[in-house]
């Protein structure tokens, strides 16, 4: 699992083997492992949304969209999970 995968606030919580099976069937995810919450890239570009919105104002007022500020927010957080990566 990548990085930018990974829980950005992970979470423990203990099942047993048959509550995990019946969880990830349920889901059709067998192979998978239980994740909880936002990934890292989505928390980072989350904020980076929020801050660009909130420095720029709406997108009425500065005549860009919500499509580019969320574009230049995913950016940001790759951006940002790739120097974290070095």
Known sequence: MENADMP?????FAMTNEECGNAMSHLGKEDAAISSGLTK??????????AWIQHHGS???????????????????????????K
């Open 8 to 12: 950005a606030m992970p979470q423990s």
């Open 59 to 85: 997108a009425n007022n500065y005549g860009f969209s919500v499509s580019e500020a969320a574009i230049a927010a995913v950016g940001a957080a790759d951006s940002l999970l790739l120097e974290l990566g």
């Open 41 to 50: 890239r989505e928390m980072f570009a989350m904020h980076a949304m929020s």
